[in-house]
């Protein structure tokens, strides 16, 4: 995808708002303990995320992004987003968290959720960032505690410049009255006018509507599930509004939460996990052309199968502190797995699988692995396993 191949990784290469990234990066460079935490607001496509990822980048900061499951009650709350707040900056690594679409969370059933964000903001040892679509009311006891950071569509001259110059990167001509339109039906929103170029180039005819027109990940899922010919569902996945991975996840998690029988789901999921490889091979090849059979794909394999069942959307459902535990041992844990294994003579997949789980039950004492080489932090991981 273009969106993902020219994803700038760097805040100065995304196209305009100049002042406001030049005064976010240096409220992240400045950013100390007592800090307000910052706020950015503006419409769908214009680099919100981009600009929190790519200054994190430039100034040596990991994100932890945490999305509407982890902030969905006050309680929930509390018990995920407070230990991670407090205990993240131990781990000797420069550490933001972020908070995408708090416009979104804050509805009656998340009653509380707005209250916790204004805790989160007087408890947390970490920068935070926020990012929303909307100034309205829902949001503005936030906006009283935060450094707000409004961020406008870049202009048309602008977009249309941008535009040009990954043409010219990527080696392609596309005609300028049809650059001309891009620009003009994006309104601004540069995600979209990316999207429209790839389906110019790739010969794929009609451009894209704005995001704003499109279906929300949530609705989108829950309505192709409901639809009853796999053709409407095609529809309705094709005009989600997410990219291609996202959209895959999306399905997994739902499918995995759903309660349809094991049988079922395994063929559902197989589904998926060719769809997956499609769209690896896509990403790749960048063979863009291909990325409307995805979608087709996806449509006509999982509603052959899953007829009259109801399935509706779910999120991760991979609790916060396990995502902890992966964030923070995963390193050290290919690491041991990558030496152990050729002690061994077995693959690394296979000495997870067989071998790591039995490691605590031989060495009773763990410390007796120091023989077989394993470092301090490496046996520390494996202390976890008792
Ligand atoms: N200002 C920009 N300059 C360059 N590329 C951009 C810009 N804004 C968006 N893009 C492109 O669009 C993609 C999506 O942008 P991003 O996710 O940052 O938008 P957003 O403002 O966070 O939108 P949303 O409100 O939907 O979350 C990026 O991967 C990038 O390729
Ligand atoms: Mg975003």
């Known amino acids: 995808m273009l969106t993902e191949k020219y994803r700038p990784n760097n805040p100065f290469q995304l196209v305009g708002n100049e002042e406001v990234r030049v005064r976010f990066i240096k409220w992240l460079k400045d950013w100390k303990k007592g800090s307000k935490p910052a706020l950015l607001i503006g419409p769908p496509g214009i680099g ?21 499951s982890d902030i969905r009650t006050k309680g929930r709350l509390e018990s995920i987003l407070k230990p991670s707040l407090i205990y993240f900056n131990l781990f000797g690594e420069r550490v933001l968290a972020f908070l995408d679409e708090v416009d979104g969370i804050y509805s009656k059933q998340d009653y509380g959720g707005m209250e916790f964000l204004l805790e989160a903001v007087k408890m947390t040892q970490i920068p935070l960032v926020f990012a929303a679509n909307i100034e309205d009311e829902k949001i503005k006891k936030l906006i009283e505690v935060c450094e707000v950071f ?114 079922l789901k395994v063929k559902a999921l197989r589904v998926i996990s060719y769809a ?7 990403l790749k090849t960048q063979e863009w052309r291909q990325l409307k059979y995805l979608d087709r794909f996806l449509a006509f394999g999982l509603k052959k199968i899953l007829k009259d069942v109801k399935i509706t959307y779910k999120e991760d459902t991979i609790p916060w502190n396990l995502k902890l535990r992966i964030w923070n041992d995963s390193k050290i844990l290919k690491d041991l797995a990558n030496y152990l294994s050729k002690q061994l003579h077995t693959s690394k997949k296979e000495f997870m699988i067989f071998y790591y789980p039995l490691l605590p039950f031989i060495f009773k004492d763990l410390k007796d692995l120091k023989r077989l080489g394993l470092n301090e932090s490496m046996i520390k991981v494996l202390k976890k396993e008792k």
């Open 150 to 263: 409004r961020m406008k569509k870049p202009p048309p001259r602008l977009i249309e410049i941008y535009l040009k110059n990954i043409l010219k990167r990527e080696k392609v001509e596309v005609k300028e009255e049809t650059i001309r339109e891009i620009v003009k039906k994006s309104k601004g929103d540069v995600r979209n006018a990316l999207n429209n170029l790839q389906l110019a180039i790739s010969g794929y005819g009609d451009l894209l509507a704005p995001l704003e027109s499109n279906i929300p990940l949530e609705e989108g899922i829950n309505r192709f599930f409901q639809a009853k010919e796999a053709y409407e569902a095609y529809e309705i996945l094709s005009n989600i509004k997410a990219e291609p991975r996202e959209k895959i996840r999306a399905l997994y998690n739902t499918l995995i939460g759903s309660e349809i029988s094991e049988d």
């Open 48 to 68: 919100k995320t981009t600009l929190v990822y790519s200054s994190a980048n430039f100034l040596n900061y990991k994100v932890i992004e945490l999305n509407a």
């Open 276 to 282: 997956d490889e499609i769209l690896n091979r896509i």
